[in-house]
């Protein structure tokens, strides 16, 4: 999907090898002012400062993968109507 938008990917972190800190978390919220979140078949889209680091992880306690940021939005877990809309900006 990323290659049919046209969309570069700047800085691409494998979450097994190097998995992302509540520090890491904290910092992706600070750059951002909106979130979302999927989750199953739901998308929740949430102010940053609304947001906990809980929101951003699955039932294993780990952050949930994928987590892209476009600009000053991020998107949390993998829903494909969510990234198509989320990459069309």
């Known amino acids: 999907m990323l290659d049919k938008k046209k ?5 691409e972190r494998n979450s097994r ?3 992302l800190t509540d520090a890491d978390a904290r ?3 600070a750059q951002v002012s909106s979130v979302w979140v999927a989750k199953g078949k739901k998308v929740r889209e949430l102010a940053a400062s609304e947001t906990s680091l809980d929101d951003l992880k699955g ?3 780990n952050y949930r993968a994928p987590i892209l940021r476009s600009g000053d ?4 877990g993998f829903h494909a109507g969510a990234l198509a809309r989320f990459l069309d900006g």
């Open 59 to 61: 039932h294993t306690g």
């Open 17 to 19: 090898k190097a998995p």
């Open 7 to 11: 969309s570069k990917v700047a800085d």
């Open 27 to 29: 910092a992706l919220l």
């Open 73 to 76: 939005r991020l998107l949390v």
